[in-house]
Every structure is written in structure tokens, then in C-alpha cells.
């Protein structure tokens, strides 16, 4: 039994934690101090997210012991965890859709005299917290579903604040904000650290880390590779060779000096109702183009419709000189693929094995007669679970017992079987672990030195800037600049998506 | 814009269900003028026309009824195909010789506790047996309706109270009792849906279960409860029904299982759960009762009235999307 | 009278000359209501009462839908006392369910002629006409009996198809079987319900064979659902005992006449009552009785009696068949 | 990897479904265990295991074949509450004096495209009319039994055809002709759903509408051919329903679709749509008839009947899971 230091509140020795077929924990530690920021570090399907969960009550620890406030606990369910002061975003958004913003905040502890909700009280102490959270404009009485995945994080966070936590559990939440955005959660952060509240912060952007955290502990195959380590000074490459195993570094592949393809996709004035307006672009064979925007600028949107999932009210699209009549499955049949925003709503089969999930585009091409190989599929499948570092990899396995990265690996590793001609990809790297990344990127090239083109949206400037040959910026429904990738600077492209950033939801409150 | 400011603690139910509601109006008063072609010597008469509609919204009790707590149970994301045995059981049960001994208080009695406890023994199968509530509630559904024959012998048990004889055709203040007992219902039912924690709670659960346990709901407990809730609302109506009837029978309220999942799904409940509206519901409840109300003063004959039934059911479906799609966009959505 | 003319095998009783209540009298509108059922008993009611209403020329016949269950049939009942008529003849879902029914009509100055299923208060209905379903039960009881009596079979093994178990007069009718079987010291070694319709029957008649390996008689309530137990038993070509059926259908006339299967009898539960019940309404109506009675009136109960239809007897009661 | 290499092309299917088949499988054994209790006299006897073993099979079979195009049906993400009725007028249709004089050919013929059109119908209603599958399959139930009545004039119509009449009685190679129907179905309806794009649009749809649509899968034509293709279940079955009854009527068939849905559902087809077998769907209906088989030679009275059932579904379904969770895990879980 040793004597805890006085400001640790948290101490996990030896934690381990089974899924069937699985060793997710394998004597984990960890030490988070009040008031820090502690980082979590590792690779898609290391841990991270097992690992508060065990904390948070959702899932119990098979061995091992848990240290809160210097007493042995095991929480038996989320809501002890949540009593004894530990409040959990979690990486999927698990908010009801139906419900009002105020109601998802408060939803277990709401608000109530006799069993009766307050709804009026409710809503003001949401907007209390939405404010606190640089967000006043937002309707409490909102239904979640009418929000942007932005907002809905916005939920999420408001709703580990409503509580009176000591500890804050943050699982990638960054991950669909854009660049404002997380400066707004580093502020929030830095307010709650200096109320002494500690945070554990989960996230694949280093950079991030250097900025916002204080000490790292590193995850690699359910096992701890590094503790505390000191979060603005380690090196880049001691971090990731603790989280890979490997040396990797951020890099992205060179652009190949080869002339650009014929043309493929040509997209001309097309708009839609309080979306896109008057959009204009193409993307040659071979080429990526890339399109940087804050978040709600209605790229998702844009996307879509190229693809034929929504119709656009003007404009036109063709696709290799024959016009696209909306709907996905001419699209997909004159060679786009798209790999969408929100993985899990979007395009997984959760109870499907991963193979599956993989040739969902393909299979009917794979068959014979109408009659599917299941043989060929699965080797294709692995294949493309081997160029992208898929883990673990079996693509057997149900895709519902994947980490989040690794799924979203499955959904871009979709479109790399087949004859796809143009590739359209919403956020391809959300929640994707570097080392995937860096694969990850190498493939797109490879694809499009095969000749493929590829339409990007990414939230993160650098990505954008780094991958594609020429970008879009695109602010509020327009596109307004359009340049090659070497004449915009990191800094030019976040002027353009700000410049008299107005918020549209912040116009709707007033 | 401005609804948002102006946010009453009424107003903040989002308006899509609303919407639907007008289309199931707009039903209604179709339905209504149709009467008014075919028998325009009735419906001239404003006084056969309130009458009328006394009688409508009477059939619709015992049903509408059931139809709340059926409400709730989809809302959180489940399914009770146990109700028209239940009430079959529980008015069996409180028609027994032993238990009208005990007078309307005891019949009352026995038929609320039967309900609530079948109820519970279906919650218990679901939430902690982890049975899908379809197959827990048929079993009950065949299981309740035996017990029913066990009990009754299989004979049409005679009520001989005169209090629940007469509460079918007693009236308070010119509305017929059991009329006043649905709107307490379902007045409950709304409150409780929409103003207590055990409401939300249910839309939580059967919106995102996962999100509702995270959020530290006893979901296990909570979807018991949901149950149970249905198995009271079975109690009561089996008191109405044996009331309406002043009898009982082990083959009484059959089929009320699919009437009532109909009129909630009618009146935008979600089948998957999440969402849903006991006003919704029990307009769709009234909008078969008028259905069938039509047909016997129009005189079809039952084979006639049921093709006529599936269509009109099919048309107030549309109706209702139609009021918020153009038709362009029905026929063009891929 | 506005009704379509109607079907060719109706059970009626044209005016007969001898008879003077045959001379049309006053004229009377009767109600009519019968369950729904997609059953061919219920649709021979329909249609008899209908016809027998036909061949009066002042009687205007006016029939209600009853709607699925004894709550449907009362909400058209409602419709059917707004309009008025002199007399309703009324077969209710269930008697005791919609006795306050009768009740309401009888004060409101309206004659019930209770159709079938009793009411049990007799201020309910001015005349009651019903089949016997216990008398039908110990008619197929006797029958079997006898039969097997005469082949000197000690403790013979019968069997049982009755209809649906939850009505009541599927429980009188297995009651009043048992009571004449005990009477020769037999019982009923099996018994499934089957619902009234050929395919349940085929179903229960196919299990039943199976339980029961060897078998003296089978009683099966109902001729329509015996359509299905007959298959059944020509499926599994089993024909080592007798088959008694129930209700009377044209079709099972005919094979008892053809004596090519295990049908030997019949016992009748005749939808002729219907025919019988508009006469007996029309004569209340007006104010008459019963011409080869006494009485002034029309008697207050009238029951028939069950016949049992042998390969002797078919011809006769074929055209009874429906 | 070596994993990949040992994968026959029978191999593919995850091992939980197997697991809860061997759950029913052991309540058909313990089943066959009470029966060779109850009549040791009867079970003693080869011969007759063997005839009553088929005599359970011919049961099954109408409603098994019923029960795989709800498989599909459910697999896909909806229901299908029509399937009872679709059989009764198709039966009805096909015995129609009329139909009859095409002899047995006209009769199949003229089933088939009954319960196709109809199963389209309800297709069209559903995926291009966007009604709920629940509502718009009601509404053809309401319909579809009100025009067999209006057709067949509420008669029972015999069957003259003496091949439509013999089908049920025949046997090939020992085995009654109807359970060759029904192998054949479930034969075809393996392959369809496990070897065929056909059968892999179904599970994505079921699984998550989106991610098919995005992924280029025509979700309305293929959602509208997964109802006709239950429609074309339904004719199939009334054939082997007129021929086992010899006859057809508009009240035959009544619940099949409460068996059906409950046969795939106890066979591990999920309600909400996504994952099922049709071998699972099978065994579920076997376990079915054989319950049924063994209440007719325990010879129990209904009411009993009805209550054993009802423990019996829940102790199958209970069984199923206790195969892969243990007690412990059961109470524990919150
Ligand atoms: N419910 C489950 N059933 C089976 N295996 C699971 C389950 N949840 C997680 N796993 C497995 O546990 C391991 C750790 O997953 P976890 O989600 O904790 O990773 P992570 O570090 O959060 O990854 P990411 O960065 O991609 O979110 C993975 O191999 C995953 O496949
Ligand atoms: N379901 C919805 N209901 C109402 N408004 C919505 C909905 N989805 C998105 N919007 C609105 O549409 C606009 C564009 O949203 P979206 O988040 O898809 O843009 P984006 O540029 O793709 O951003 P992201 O980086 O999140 O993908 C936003 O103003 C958002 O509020
Ligand atoms: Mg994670
Ligand atoms: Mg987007």
C-alpha cells in the first residue's frame, strides 16, 4: 500500500480488460493529477477508449485496481462513476437525437421537483453552461437532430459540465471541430484546470497535445509504453515510436511531378436551398482537390449531392463528359465513390463482418451470375487491410468490435477495391491514428497515380494544404478562393474561412 | 425565428408531430363530409351529430386507453402485443363470482392489480430475462388468454354491479363517464410523457439506449416500469370494457393489440422508438373508431368495409406525409 | 321489399295457400343483425333471413353489418333503433354481452326476436328461436353409441374436433356429447378445438390421427371445418372408425348419401332458424300467431330440435343442406 | 490469416446463429423427451417417431414457407402483417369455380400471381409510397381478407382438382410432397439470402438503409421485391393449404403472420432488421408444430394448451441465451 501524493486523484495499476478474443487491456497504469491535463496516446484499437470506459463505469476491469481519491473504487455502473465526480465525453456522440439540447444536457439528472422536469430551469442553467462554453446562441429547446455534428459536440461537452465532476474525460473531441472550435475547447479546458479539475484528454493530433497538455501516458497494444511523460517537451519522434513501434513522422507524400488526367468530374453554379450556393469545380484524373472550410460550411453538403444522395436545386454535374442524374446509384455506376462524414449512421453494418463492410460497393461485381464469392471478396478485403495497417487484422471479425479509427479505415478501405475513377472523401482521417494516417495518405497517392482523382474535405488546414493539389476554401455556402496547393499558407486559408466568420446559428438566436 | 424566443414551457415540443396531427384532422373532417354526402337526413341534425360523436369518441375509450400505454412502450423502443389478452384476463378475473363479492371497488381492485403485475411479469422477461419484447409479450399474450378460459370456464362471466353496469351509460355533465375516464388518461398520459422525468426517460431510452444508460439511466428498471404501465392501462380498460358489455369473456379485446399499435404508428409514433405522441395516438385511435362508426351508418357490408378500410387507412398515411413533402419531392427522392 | 334477390340454395318457406297467414298484411320493416364471420354457417343465416324476407311482400328487410366483435355489433345496433323498424331479429355475438341491448330495444317499444345465441334475461327478446347445442352434442353422442354398441366394442377410443373453445356453445355441445356417451360407459379419449375453418380442422384432425393410432369415432362439430378433417383422414387412409360431423352442410349430405368415406351422420344445427325467425318477426310484427297453434301469439321460445342425418335420411334433408 | 484459408464456401457465416440454433435444438429434443414420458406406448414405436416426425414437417410446411419470406422481409428492416390474408385470397382466388376449370396449372398460376401482386403492392406502398411497413402491410390484411370474402361469398370453396387434392397426400421417396415443397423453398431461400447479391442487399439494407444507399444499392426497387418476394411465399403456401384442406376460404391462414414473424424472430432473425437465417427461421417454426403435435397427443384441453405454450416460448427463448452467457453475466449487466 503506498502513500498517494496528495494532488493525485487518480491511480490505475495493472488494469486489464477482456472482450471476447480480445486482450483490449493488458496492465495498464496511469497518474492524473488534480488540475492537469493529462493526454492519452496511442494507436487506433491501443486502448483508449476501453480504458475510460472501465473508468467511467461502463465497463468493468477484469484485473487490476482503480485508485479515486485514494480509495480502491470499481464503479458498478455509469451512474456511480458519475457520483463520484467523473464526467465522460465520449468518441461516438451518444446523444438522442429527438431530444431538446437542454434535455440531452440534463438527461439522468434533470432538473425536477415531485418527478416533475423544470424544463425552464433546465434550459436556463443549458444556456448558463453553453455560455460558459462561448456558445450562448444556441437554442436549448433545439432538437439535437437539427444540429451540426460541431453543435452536438457542443452537447456532449455541456453535458460533462452540467455535472459536479473533479475528473473530465475527453475521447477525441476534437475530432469533428474545426480549427476555431478548438481553440474555443482549449480555453475551456484551461478555465476547468484552474478550478483544479483535471482532464483526461484523448486525441490523435500532436500538435494539440503539445498545446493544451501536461504530462502523456502512451497506449500501445492494450499495454502502457511510456507513462508521464512530459507533454511540450518529449520528442515527436520518441512519441510515436512508444505509440508505433516504428519511426514515423507527420509527413506527406510528395506530389508527383506527372501531368494531370483528362478531365472527370466537372461541377458547374450548382446550389441547394440554405446550403451551397453557385459552386464550381473539377477534378482531372490523377489529381486531388481539396476543400478547407470551418465546420458547417456546408461541404458535407456539397458532397452529397455530387454523389446523388441529395438533388440539387440548380446546376449541373457531369462525370467524364455524361451528366450525373441524381442519385447514388448512377453516380457509383459512372465511377464515384464516396466515403461519407459520419461513419456509424452513415457506412458501416455494424453486424457485419469487416470484409463485408468493405466490398458493400463491390460485391455485386465480385459475383458471378448473381452469386457472390465470399472467397475473393475476403481475400481483396485483406489486401486492403493490409496497405492500411487495418487492427486487428481479421477481416472476419465484426466491425462493431473495431476501434473507431480502425473503422473508419474499413470505410475508406471501401473504395480502394474496384474501378473507382473518382474518389469523393468527407473527413477520410477523422479519428485515424498517425501511423494509419501517414499510410493512409500514401495510398490516396498511389491511387491517384493510377489515375484516380479525389475530391477531399478535411477540417484540418495542414491535411488539406499537404495532401491535395489545389484547394478550395469554402465559407458559408461559397467557394471563395480557389488556388494551387503551393500558393496558400496555413495562415492565408484560416484568414479566408474567418474573415467576418458570421455564425449562422448565432443569427438564428438573435 | 421568433419561436425560438418565444419559448413558453408549452412550446417546446418540436412541430413535425403537430403537423402530422392536421393531417389525421384533416382525415377526420374528410370522413365527416363523406357521412354528410351519403346521409345528409343524419348528419343535418345537429343534435344526432353530437350524439353521434359521444358514441365515436365512447367506442374509442377502452382502446384509446390502451393505446396510451402502448404509446409509452414504443416510445421506449419496445412492443406490447399482450394487451387485448391482458384485458381479457384482468376482466375475467375481476368478474369472477369471489371477486364481485367484494363489490365495484373490489372488481376495480383486482382488474388494476392483474394488469400491473401481468405487466410486470413482462417487464421482468424483457429487461432482465433479455427476452425481445415481441416473442416475451406473445408468449404472454397466449399464456393470459389461457389463464383467461381456465378462469372464466370458457363462459361469458355477467357482471351483476351495478356501478360498473351503469358507468358506460352514465353521464357527467352530458359526457358519457367513460369518455371522461380516456381524457384523464390521456391527460395523465401527456403529463407524464412530456413533464416528468420518467417521460423523458422513456424517449431517452427508445431513442438511444446506449446514451441513456451512459447518461446513468437505469434503463433495465425504467423499461419494467414501461410495461407495467401498459398492464395498468390494460386493468382500466378491461373495467370499461366489462362495463360496456356488463359482462366479461376470456375472447374479449381481441385483436387490440394491432388496433393499438396502428393508431400510435397512425399518429406518428415511431415503431423503433424515440419518438411519438399520446395526442398523436389518440387521434389515430379516433380516426378508426369514425372509420368504423362511417361504415355502419353507410351500411357496407363487412366485406366492403374492410377493402374500403385498408384503403382509407393507406390514404390517411399519406395525407399526413403530404403535408410537409411537395409531391414532386415524394416522387423524386432516390 | 329493396332486397336483391337472392341466392339459389337459400332454406325458405314460400307462402303456402292452406295457410292464412300467408295473405300479406300490414306492412313492417325488420332490422337484422349477424355476426361478421367469413363462415359459412353465419353467411347461410345472412342469407336465409334475407331470402325468407324476400318472399314476403310486406316486409322490408333491413340488415346491419355486426362488425368484428359484440362491442361492433352494438355500436350498429344504435344505428339500426334510430331507424325505427317494427321488429329486429337479432343473433348477437355473444347473448350475454348484448342482453342490455335487447333490453333497451324491448323498452323503447321495439320486439326482439333473439336469434341463436340466448339472451339470458328474458325481458330481453319477445321471442327466442335457437338451435339446441347441447341436444346436437348428445344427438352425435347416441348416434355413436349405438353404433358402436351394436359392434360390441367394449371400451371404444373416440375422439373429438370441436369448434372454437372459447365460445360457449362449443363447450355445450362437448358437454351434452360426453353426457350421452356416459350413458353407454364411454369417453372421450381425445379432444382438440379447431377454429371453425378447413384448414385448422386438417390441422387438429391431423394430430389428433396421430395421438390416437387406432380409433372407433371421431365427432367433429362443424361440417365446414370437417372439409379439412376428412382430408386429413384420407391423407393418413385411415378408415377403421366412423366419423359423425355437425351443423348439417350440403356437402357433408352428400358424402354421408355417397357413403364413400368415414362419414356416416350428421347431426343438424340448421342456419334454417334464420327463415323461421323472419316468419316468427314478420307474424309479431302483425300481431298474429301461429296458425296450427292455439294460441293467439307467437310462443315466446321456440328450439329446435337436432336431427341426425344418416345415409337414409340424406335425400330428404338435402335440400336443408347449406 | 491461416483463418482464410480453411473458409469452405459453406463456411462464411458467423458462428452465433449456429449456437442459438443449437439452443432450439435442444428444446426440440427436450420436447421429444416429455413425449416419450408422457406416451411411452406411442415414442416406443419406431415407425411411429418416424410417420409423426413427418406428420410435424407436413404441418410445417405451409407456414415455413410463409416464414422464409419474412425472413427476408424482417432481414431487409421491415414486416409483413399481410402474409395470413395474402394466403386466404390467393387460396380463394385459385378455387374460384372459374380458376378451378384451368385445372391444377391455372390454380398454381393464378395463386402465385395473386400473392406476387399483392406482395408487390404492398412493396410499392412501402418503399415508393414511404408508408410504414407495419401500416401499409396492415391495411392489405384489412383489404386483402375483405376481398377473399367478397369473392368467395364468405363459402368454404372445395378443391375438385384431384392433383391440387393428392399433392398433400403424396409422398416421394417416403417423404410427404409438401415437405419437399418446403425443403425446396428453404433450399432456395438459403442460397438467395447467403450466396446471392440478392441475398447481400437484403442484409445491408436491413442493416443500415444509409450506408446501402450510399454505397449504391437500389433500396427502393430491392426493398419493393423483398415484399413480393413474400407475397410470392404466400401463394406458394396456399396452394399446399388448399391441397392439405382440399378446400379454400377467406378465413383461412388466420395469425399466420404472428407465427411467421414469431418463428424467425425465436429463430434469431432480428426484428429491427440487419441479421437472420433462414435456417434458424426454420428450426423456429419446427419447434412450433411440434409443440402444437405434442399438446394433440398429450391431449391437453386449450386453456392448458395456451398457458404451457407460452412458458414454453419464453423457456426456448431464455435457453438460446444461456448457450453463450453465463448465469452470472445475465444477472450482473446493468
Ligand atoms: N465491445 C467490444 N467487443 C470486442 N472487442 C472490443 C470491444 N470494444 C473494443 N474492442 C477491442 O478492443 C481494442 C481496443 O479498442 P479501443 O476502442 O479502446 O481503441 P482506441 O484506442 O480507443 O482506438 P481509436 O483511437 O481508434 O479510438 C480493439 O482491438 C477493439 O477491437
Ligand atoms: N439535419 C440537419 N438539420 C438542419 N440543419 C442541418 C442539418 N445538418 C446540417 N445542417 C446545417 O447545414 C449546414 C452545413 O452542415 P455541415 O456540418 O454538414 O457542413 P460541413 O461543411 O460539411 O461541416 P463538417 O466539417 O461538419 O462536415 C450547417 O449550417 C448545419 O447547421
Ligand atoms: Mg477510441
Ligand atoms: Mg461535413
Same mark, same amino acid.
Given at each position: 500500500m503506498t502513500t498517494t501524493e496528495?494532488?493525485?486523484?487518480l491511480r490505475l495499476s495493472n488494469v486489464v480488460k477482456d472482450f471476447p478474443g480480445v486482450r483490449?487491456?493488458?496492465g495498464v497504469e496511469l497518474e492524473v493529477r488534480a488540475g492537469e491535463v493529462h493526454c492519452l496516446l496511442g494507436q487506433n484499437g491501443a486502448g483508449k477508449s476501453t480504458l475510460i470506459k472501465v473508468l467511467a463505469g461502463v465497463h468493468k476491469a477484469d484485473a487490476g485496481t482503480v485508485e479515486w481519491l485514494g480509495e480502491p473504487v470499481s464503479f458498478a455502473n455509469p451512474q456511480a462513476a458519475m457520483k463520484a465526480g467523473i464526467a465522460t465525453i465520449y468518441?461516438?456522440?451518444?446523444?438522442?437525437?429527438?431530444?431538446s439540447v437542454a434535455e440531452n444536457v440534463f438527461?439522468?439528472?434533470?432538473?425536477?421537483?415531485f418527478g416533475f422536469v423544470l424544463p425552464g430551469q433546465a434550459a436556463r442553467n443549458t444556456t448558463t453552461i453553453l455560455r460558459r462554453l462561448?456558445?450562448?446562441?444556441?437554442?436549448?429547446?433545439?432538437?439535437?437532430?437539427?444540429?451540426p455534428n460541431a453543435g452536438k459536440q457542443l452537447v456532449s461537452m455541456a453535458r460533462a459540465l452540467s455535472h459536479e465532476a473533479k475528473l473530465i474525460i475527453m475521447d477525441e473531441?476534437?475530432?469533428?471541430?474545426a480549427h476555431d472550435e478548438v481553440a474555443n475547447l482549449f480555453r475551456i479546458i484551461r478555465d476547468l484546470t484552474a478550478q483544479g479539475i483535471a482532464v483526461v484528454y484523448i486525441s490523435h493530433r500532436l500538435e494539440e497535445i503539445r498545446e493544451i497538455g501536461d504530462r502523456v501516458t502512451v497506449l500501445r497494444d492494450g499495454q502502457t509504453?511510456?507513462?508521464?511523460?512530459p507533454a511540450r517537451t518529449t520528442p515527436t519522434r520518441d512519441l510515436v515510436s512508444r505509440m508505433t513501434g516504428r519511426n514515423i513522422e507527420y509527413v506527406f507524400p510528395p506530389r508527383p511531378e506527372t501531368e494531370r488526367g483528362e478531365l472527370l468530374l466537372e461541377v458547374e453554379n450548382l446550389s441547394r436551398d440554405n446550403e451551397f450556393h453557385d459552386v464550381s469545380l473539377k477534378v482531372h484524373g490523377g489529381e486531388i482537390v481539396g476543400i478547407a472550410g470551418?465546420?458547417?460550411?456546408?461541404r458535407s453538403e456539397l458532397l452529397e449531392t455530387i454523389f446523388g444522395a441529395r438533388r440539387a436545386d440548380s446546376g449541373s454535374i457531369t462525370m467524364s463528359g455524361k451528366p450525373l442524374r441524381g442519385s447514388v446509384a448512377t453516380a457509383v455506376r459512372a465511377g464515384l465513390g464516396m466515403a461519407p462524414e459520419e461513419r456509424k449512421s452513415?457506412?458501416?453494418?455494424?453486424?457485419?463482418p469487416v470484409y463485408r463492410n468493405m466490398t458493400l460497393t463491390t460485391f455485386s461485381r465480385i459475383a458471378r451470375f448473381g452469386f457472390t464469392d465470399a472467397d475473393r471478396e475476403q481475400r481483396e478485403s485483406m489486401a486492403v487491410a493490409d496497405q492500411l495497417e487495418?487492427?486487428?487484422?481479421?477481416?472476419?471479425?465484426?466491425?462493431?468490435?473495431?476501434s473507431g479509427g480502425n473503422q473508419q479505415k474499413v470505410v475508406v478501405g471501401r473504395?480502394?477495391?474496384?474501378?473507382?475513377k473518382l474518389l469523393i472523401l468527407d473527413?477520410?482521417?477523422?479519428?485515424?491514428?498517425i501511423g494509419a494516417r501517414a499510410e493512409l495518405y500514401q495510398v490516396i497517392r498511389q491511387l491517384t497515380a493510377q489515375g484516380v482523382g479525389v475530391l477531399l474535405v478535411s477540417s484540418e488546414v495542414p491535411e488539406v494544404l499537404g495532401l491535395a493539389d489545389r484547394v478550395l476554401v469554402m465559407r458559408e455556402g461559397r467557394v471563395v478562393r480557389q488556388a494551387d496547393?503551393?500558393?496558400?499558407?496555413e495562415d492565408d486559408v484560416l484568414d479566408l474561412v474567418m474573415?467576418?466568420?458570421?455564425d449562422t446559428s448565432g443569427e438564428e438566436a438573435a | 425565428m421568433t419561436a425560438l424566443t418565444t419559448?413558453?414551457?408549452?412550446?417546446?415540443?418540436?412541430?413535425e408531430p403537430l403537423r402530422r396531427n392536421l393531417g389525421l384532422i384533416g382525415v377526420l373532417v374528410a370522413l365527416f363530409g363523406i357521412g354528410a354526402i351519403i346521409r345528409p337526413d343524419l348528419y343535418g341534425d345537429p343534435q344526432w351529430v353530437v350524439d353521434n360523436t359521444l358514441v365515436i369518441l365512447q367506442q374509442a375509450a377502452a382502446i384509446g386507453v390502451v393505446t396510451v400505454g402502448m404509446t409509452f412502450v414504443i416510445i421506449g423502443g419496445g412492443i406490447d402485443l399482450s394487451v387485448g389478452a391482458l384485458i381479457a384476463l384482468a376482466g375475467v378475473w375481476s368478474t369472477t363470482v369471489a371477486t364481485q363479492s367484494f363489490g365495484a371497488g373490489g372488481m376495480i381492485f383486482t382488474a388494476i392489480i392483474v394488469g400491473v403485475l401481468a405487466g410486470l411479469v413482462n417487464g421482468v422477461l424483457i429487461?432482465?430475462?433479455?427476452?425481445?419484447p415481441f416473442i416475451a409479450t406473445l408468449a404472454m399474450l397466449v399464456a393470459a388468454r389461457g389463464l383467461a378460459a381456465q378462469i372464466s370456464g370458457k363462459q361469458t362471466q355477467v357482471s351483476n354491479d351495478q356501478f360498473i353496469n351503469g358507468l358506460a351509460s352514465s353521464k357527467v355533465l352530458g359526457i358519457p363517464s367513460l369518455v371522461l375516464v380516456l381524457l384523464a388518461v390521456a391527460g395523465l398520459g401527456w403529463v407524464l410523457l412530456n413533464r416528468t422525468t420518467f417521460g423523458r426517460r422513456t424517449v431517452a431510452i427508445g431513442g438511444n439506449q446506449e446514451a441513456a444508460r451512459l447518461a446513468g439511466i437505469n434503463v433495465r428498471r425504467h423499461t419494467m416500469l414501461l410495461y407495467a404501465l401498459s398492464g395498468l392501462c390494460c386493468g382500466i380498460a378491461a373495467i370499461m370494457l366489462t362495463s360496456l358489455a356488463t359482462s366479461s369473456q376470456a375472447?374479449?379485446?381481441?385483436l387490440y393489440e394491432l388496433d393499438a399499435i396502428a393508431a400510435a404508428i397512425i399518429g406518428g409514433t415511431l415503431l423503433s422508438g424515440g419518438r411519438g405522441t399520446v395526442t398523436g395516438s389518440l387521434i389515430g385511435v379516433v380516426v378508426f373508431a369514425t372509420i368504423t362508426n362511417l361504415f355502419a351508418i353507410a351500411n357496407l357490408p363487412t366485406e366492403v368495409q374492410n377493402m374500403v378500410k385498408g384503403g382509407i387507412i393507406v390514404f390517411a398515411v399519406l395525407v399526413q406525409q403530404l403535408k410537409f413533402k411537395s409531391v414532386k419531392q415524394l416522387l423524386t427522392r432516390t | 321489399t329493396s332486397n336483391e334477390t337472392p341466392s339459389g340454395n337459400a332454406q325458405t318457406k314460400g307462402p303456402d295457400?292452406?295457410?292464412?297467414?300467408a295473405a300479406p298484411g300490414k306492412k313492417i320493416t325488420i332490422g337484422f343483425s349477424a355476426p361478421a364471420a367469413d363462415h359459412g354457417w353465419i353467411a347461410a343465416i345472412t342469407n336465409n333471413a334475407k331470402a325468407q324476407a324476400a318472399t314476403y311482400s310486406d316486409v322490408t328487410f333491413k340488415q346491419v353489418e355486426a362488425g368484428k366483435d359484440a362491442a361492433a355489433q352494438r355500436a350498429v345496433l344504435e344505428t339500426l333503433i334510430a331507424e325505427k323498424p317494427d321488429v329486429i331479429v337479432l343473433l348477437p355475438h355473444d347473448g350475454k354481452e348484448l342482453n342490455a341491448f335487447g333490453l333497451k330495444a324491448m323498452n323503447a317499444g321495439i320486439p326482439v326476436v333473439n336469434l341463436?345465441?340466448?339472451?339470458?334475461?328474458? #325481458?330481453?327478446?319477445r321471442c327466442q328461436i335457437k338451435g339446441d347445442n347441447y341436444g346436437m352434442g348428445v344427438a352425435a353422442g347416441h348416434y355413436i353409441g349405438k353404433a358402436l354398441k351394436a359392434k360390441n366394442i367394449a371400451s371404444p377410443i373416440i375422439g373429438e374436433i370441436a369448434g372454437m373453445d372459447e365460445l360457449e356453445l362449443t363447450q355445450e355441445r362437448s358437454q351434452g356429447f360426453k353426457a350421452a356417451l356416459a350413458t353407454y360407459g364411454f369417453t372421450v379419449a381425445n379432444r382438440r378445438a379447431a377454429r371453425f375453418t378447413a384448414d385448422t380442422g386438417q390441422k387438429e384432425a391431423q394430430n389428433l390421427l396421430q395421438a390416437l393410432p387406432k380409433m372407433d369415432a371421431l365427432w367433429n362439430h362443424d361440417d365446414d371445418q370437417g372439409i379439412g378433417v376428412l382430408a386429413a383422414i384420407n391423407a393418413a387412409s385411415r378408415n377403421e372408425f366412423l366419423m359423425v360431423g355437425g351443423a348439417g352442410s350440403k356437402k357433408a349430405i352428400e358424402d354421408i348419401a355417397g357413403d364413400?368415406?368415414? #362419414?356416416?351422420a350428421t347431426v343438424t344445427y340448421s342456419p334454417s332458424m334464420a327463415s323461421s325467425a323472419i316468419s316468427l318477426a314478420r307474424l309479431i310484427g302483425q300481431n298474429k300467431?301461429?296458425?296450427?297453434?292455439?294460441?293467439?301469439q307467437v310462443p315466446k321460445e321456440v328450439i329446435l330440435a337436432s336431427e341426425t342425418i344418416t345415409k337414409e335420411n340424406a335425400q330428404t334433408y338435402l335440400k336443408l343442406g347449406f
Open positions: 496528495p494532488d493525485v486523484i483490449a487491456l493488458d468518441q461516438e456522440l451518444d446523444l438522442v437525437d429527438d431530444m438527461l439522468g439528472h434533470e432538473p425536477r421537483k462561448g456558445h450562448a446562441e444556441v437554442p436549448p429547446r433545439r432538437l439535437v437532430r437539427a444540429l473531441p476534437s475530432a469533428v471541430l509504453s511510456a507513462v508521464n511523460l470551418l465546420v458547417g460550411s456546408g452513415q457506412a458501416l453494418l455494424l453486424g457485419e487495418l487492427r486487428p487484422r481479421d477481416v472476419r471479425r465484426s466491425v462493431s468490435t473495431l473504395w480502394l477495391l474496384g474501378g473507382t473527413e477520410p482521417t477523422r479519428g485515424v491514428d496547393a503551393g500558393q496558400l499558407t474573415a467576418g466568420s458570421l | 419559448t413558453g414551457w408549452w412550446r417546446d415540443e418540436s412541430r429487461a432482465y430475462g433479455r427476452l425481445v375472447a374479449a379485446a381481441e | 295457400a292452406g295457410n292464412p297467414n341463436d345465441r340466448a339472451f339470458p334475461d328474458a #325481458l330481453a327478446y364413400k368415406s368415414v #362419414l356416416k300467431g301461429m296458425a296450427d297453434l292455439v294460441e293467439l
